[in-house]
């Protein structure tokens, strides 16, 4: 039995590379469990770039309500909000003191923003143990992520063991699961799609902004009859992860034949991502309508993570010394 464990930050709404670099290949993988799997928003790590109050409410709102229009059943896994179950900062602060310095300063993610931003906080810095405490606390076998992750999960795996040789036994070692075609999906300026570089396909919101989104989808400046390079192509690449394969074999017979514009394969595009979510954007915008319904969701799925999170908690803060429950007794 394998306990599947993911989460998506809350930090904008959910673009084309959570649904299939992340969502959709999570919930293969837990439904093809016996066991619940437990799937999060990760709405602590959305702190280290969200500051506004509203904002963060609403993304979190927007991620919960894309993974239940991807298909989540709510009854079958645990899903929660991160935020719900403190223990996780908690065991970030057990973790945290069994981290090397260098590790997280060396780390690619916390090199990279760092570098773009103007103020580097300690939340971004210690971003990766938070993660590690995401998982272990919940003794995940398998994490299915985008291959940006790689590093985390490796970080996590480094801090599991070094926790381990310390104090003994006590967490399981989870494995990433990474999803071949989709590794890396290309934003619509050909960097990683990615909330930060303000370069995303948000294929379940309006369909309107998205068609916007299609068409700002940077190319080179190749005349519409010359022959082109499909695999450095951003708008190629996208239509392949998503059109059927005889549809892309056409898409890239255009492409070496030249008289097939840039413009033209935007349309391809931009109908496959229509219609290809047609069911699930429907869905999203039930659900972004209900947020009572989405609040009832998540405090159940809080309540089922806790039980999980405290029976861990008991186990670390035994190991390390301390008593084995937070809570204080009175004699
Ligand atoms: P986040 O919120 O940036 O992304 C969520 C998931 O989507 C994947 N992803 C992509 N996959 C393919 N192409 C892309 N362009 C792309 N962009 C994002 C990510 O790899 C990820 O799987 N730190 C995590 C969230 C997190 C987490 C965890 C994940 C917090 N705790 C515990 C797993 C386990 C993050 O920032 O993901």
Redesign the pocket.
């Known amino acids: 039995m394998s306990r599947v464990?993911?989460?998506?930050?809350?930090?904008g709404h959910p673009?084309?590379?959570?649904l299939?670099?992340?969502?959709r290949p999570?919930l293969q993988l837990a439904d093809a469990q016996a066991e619940p799997a437990f799937l999060?928003i990760?709405d602590l790590?959305?702190l280290t770039t969200i500051h506004s109050p509203h904002q963060l409410r609403e993304n979190t709102y927007a991620v919960a309500a894309a993974w239940l229009a991807m298909g989540l059943n709510p009854h079958r896994h645990v899903f929660f909000r991160?935020s719900d179950v403190p223990e996780v900062c908690e065991l970030t602060w057990y973790l945290g003191c069994l981290t090397p310095y260098p590790m997280l300063a060396n780390a690619h993610s916390f090199k990279e923003k760092s570098t773009h931003l103007s103020k580097v906080s300690a939340g971004l810095f210690t971003?990766p143990v938070?993660?590690a405490a995401?998982?272990l606390l919940y003794q995940?076998d398998l994490?299915?992520?985008?291959?940006?992750?790689k590093q985390?999960?490796e970080i996590?795996r480094d801090i599991a063991n070094a926790f381990n040789r310390v104090y003994g036994e006590i967490f399981r070692l989870p494995e990433p699961v990474f999803?071949e075609e989709?590794?890396?999906?290309?934003?619509i300026d050909g960097r990683?799609?990615?909330?930060s570089y303000g370069n995303t396909l948000e294929p379940l919101g309006d369909l309107e902004e998205l068609y916007r989104q299609v068409r700002r989808i940077v190319t080179d400046s190749t005349p519409v009859d010359a022959p082109k390079d499909p695999e450095k192509c951003t708008i190629f690449k996208l239509y392949s992860v998503l059109a059927p394969p005889d549809a892309v074999e056409e898409m890239r017979q255009r492409y070496l034949r030249g008289g097939y514009g840039y413009g033209q394969a935007k349309e391809a595009l931009y109908e496959v991502l229509r219609t290809s979510f047609a069911t699930e954007r429907q869905a999203y915008h039930q659900w972004r309508a209900d947020p009572a319904g989405l609040e009832a969701i998540l405090r159940e799925g809080a309540e089922k993570a806790r039980e999980e999170a405290q029976k861990t908690l008991q186990l670390v803060r035994q190991a390390v010394g301390l008593s084995a429950s937070s809570s204080v007794v009175k004699t």
Request: hydrophobic share 45%; net charge positive.
């Open positions: 464990l993911t989460g998506i930050q809350s930090s673009h084309l590379g959570n299939l670099g992340a969502i999570a999060f990760a790590h959305a991160q971003y938070l993660m995401d998982i995940a994490v299915p992520v985008g291959k940006d992750q985390h999960l996590t999803q989709t590794m890396v999906l290309p934003g990683k799609m990615s909330k």
